[in-house]
């Protein structure tokens, strides 16, 4: 039974609605508009919501949505002939009111609404009557192999075939004369086999006779017998020692250091975060009209990019997936190449089919040309944030309320988290924002040191707050080896007492397969229930990007006791400067949790942060 199916255009208008119970589907409908279709991942036909299953279909023609609404504990096997008849029904009834545009007249549709779905109904019984058919010889694995894979060749590998060996006389010995295949009915390569196997049985017997013969041993002398005597190396430190080696807490005469301030940075990260800046050149690096080229301009046409062996392809028609199916597959290997994840291409690609199938080209239009522009406007879509994340806002709201803006960094090991904080905190106490950094990773020898020493370069730069009293930037630490959710919790009350503007909480790094790990962030998440969860990655993955956030999402979810988790609110995407025009790990990431990704760290000075500047990213993506 269909609890609800409506037609609407994607402009927002309702064409006309029938809705079988009292239930309100509108938090359904609108999450499946917001996270379906205006963010491109429309392959899947499918969307679940609160135990509603929601199946969807575009036309793109007329730019409509048909939506299906029933409980996802049903199992209803015609909803797809429903969908496809109902779509070619109400077209074919309307066609002209919906070429004029006329959105707005009365649709009288229920007659054919419930004529089809009783058909479709009576459908589905006989379906799951009928027994299940084999499949046939067209449908098989075999019939899709070629002649040229079936062909054997001199030299190429064959697959080794497991065989019972048949028992073999090892008393009998193959004759010159005996045929080369079989010798009285048995394999000759077995009896070869076999009478090696015999050889090599007999002379490990020879061997072990004369290995009971003993040869004399010469008397070790006592220096010998008392064993191996460990190396000194030069310059090698002893317990004596111990003191000068040992960083974890200041002494006197590291007070007395000073770092020397590089004052051409101090002022330079006021106000909000500057764009990357955009490429300037023009699209005609990737794009140009093969209609208007001249003979001598052969080099120019070769760098027409990806898409100009498909600029033959010119008509004005309706689009159908085996014509975009060759311009598509080019695609996802470009992307691919990018540094994309496959499967999140792939999903890009199968949006982006689904998005024009049907749709009407014009005269000058060409198949790649229009998926070009489809994919370009999809990614900027898929990299622009649905919220707007404004830390400055938000930490003057908290200022307000009187408790310190709290944002934990969490990743893999290595991708630079400790890096990227103090970047962060350079940019706050530069909008006066005193911060206090709380160490609680634990674990990694040497991350207090690391955060004491960003502290107090960052405080040489920027001395006193803004009343004057205490220092821009504080560090709280308790050593190593303590729980990482109380030593969070210490700071936050700490900053609380003394009025400090923003907690930075700089965490361990930990694999996503590391259960214990992963259930002690999501304990020191849960207890402290920070504003803002940054996840930090490298700019350099690909595929592993996808597997890092899903588990780190997924354990946030399962380890949490809450019925409402914390999971990742942002992404922060560190040595973007290192990878070129192979951005792709941008849109995986993006794509995968929904979060926007807040900052790009490009450098290894306290300066080179920047906010993500969507087009800058999908200009480099499609080149």
């Known amino acids: 039974m269909l609890d609800l199916f409506t037609i609407f255009s994607k402009g927002g208008i ?20 917001k996270t379906v279709i205006l963010q491109e991942r429309s392959g899947n036909q499918t969307f679940e919501k609160d135990g509603v299953q929601l199946q969807y279909k575009l036309d793109n023609e007329f730019d409509l949505v048909f939506v299906v609404a029933y409980q996802k504990i049903l199992q209803l096997s015609y909803v797809d002939k429903f969908l496809n008849d109902i779509h070619l029904e109400f077209r074919d009834k309307y066609k002209n009111e919906l070429s004029d545009g006329n959105y707005y007249q009365q649709f009288q549709f229920m007659d054919i609404y419930n004529k089809i779905l009783k058909k479709s109904e009576e459908w589905g019984k006989t379906q799951a009557k009928l027994p299940k058919q084999m499949r046939s010889y067209e449908e098989s694995f075999k019939s899709k192999k070629t002649v040229a894979s079936m062909i054997e060749r001199k030299g190429e590998e064959k697959p080794v075939k497991v065989t019972k060996k048949k028992e073999v006389n090892f008393t009998e010995e193959v004759s010159p004369q005996s045929s080369p295949k079989q010798e009285n009915g048995i394999n000759c390569e077995d009896l070869i086999a076999a009478n090696r196997a015999k050889f090599a049985q007999k002379m490990n017997k020879g061997n072990k006779k004369l290995d009971t013969k003993k040869s004399p041993k010469s008397p070790k002398s006592p220096s010998e017998k008392a064993g191996k005597k460990p190396r000194v190396w030069e310059l090698s430190g002893s317990t ?46 990737y794009e140009s009209d093969s209609d208007h080229e001249q003979p001598q301009k052969t080099e120019k046409a070769k760098s027409g990019g990806m898409f100009s062996i498909f600029k033959g392809l010119v008509g004005s028609k309706n689009l159908n997936k085996n014509d975009m199916i060759p311009v598509l597959e080019k695609m996802k290997d470009h992307l691919i190449s990018k540094n994309v994840a496959a499967d999140i291409a792939i999903k890009l690609c199968d949006s982006v089919a689904a998005k024009l199938e049907g749709k009407v080209l014009g005269t000058f239009d060409s198949v790649a040309t229009t998926v070009k522009n489809t994919i370009t406007e999809s990614l900027v879509q898929i990299l622009s944030p649905k919220r707007r994340v404004d830390i400055l806002r938000d930490c003057m ?71 004057g009293g205490i220092e821009m930037v504080q560090l709280y630490e308790k050593g190593y080896g303590k729980d990482a959710a109380g030593i969070a919790m210490e700071a936050i009350k700490h900053a609380h007492r003394e009025n400090i503007d923003v907690v930075l909480i700089d965490t361990a790094g930990r694999m996503q397969d590391n259960e214990p790990l992963m259930r002690a962030l999501t304990k020191l998440i849960r207890v402290n229930e920070p504003d803002l969860v940054l996840f930090v990655g490298e700019a350099l993955v690909g595929n592993e990007a996808v597997d890092q956030l899903v588990k780190f999402n997924q354990a946030m979810a399962d380890y949490s006791s809450n019925s409402d988790p914390h999971i990742i609110d942002g992404i922060v995407l560190t040595k973007f400067d290192t990878i070129d025009d192979k951005v792709g790990a941008a849109i995986s990431m993006t794509y995968i949790t929904g979060q926007p990704i807040v900052f790009v760290g490009t450098g290894q000075t306290y300066t080179d942060l920047k906010a993500l500047n969507a087009k800058a990213v999908v200009h480099a993506l499609m080149k």
């Open 240 to 285: 004596k020692d111990l003191g000068t080696l040992e960083r974890t807490t200041d002494r006197p005469e590291d007070m007395k250091s000073h770092f020397t301030p590089d004052e051409e940075i101090v002022g330079k990260m006021q106000g909000i975060i500057k764009d990357i800046e955009v490429d300037s050149s023009s699209e005609e690096e």
């Open 14 to 33: 309702v064409l006309w609605c029938f809705q079988g119970t009292g239930q309100i589907f509108a938090p359904s409908v609108n999450a499946l508009i």
């Open 397 to 467: 709201e908290a200022q307000k309320q009187n408790r310190p803006y709290v944002m934990t960094f969490c990743g893999v090991n290595g991708v630079g988290k400790s890096t990227n904080l103090a970047k962060i905190c350079f940019w706050l106490i530069e909008n006066n924002m005193s911060v206090l950094i709380a160490a609680c990773d634990t674990f990694r020898a040497g991350a207090v040191e690391q955060l004491r020493t960003h502290m107090k370069h960052l405080n040489a730069l920027h001395p006193r707050d803004r009343h």
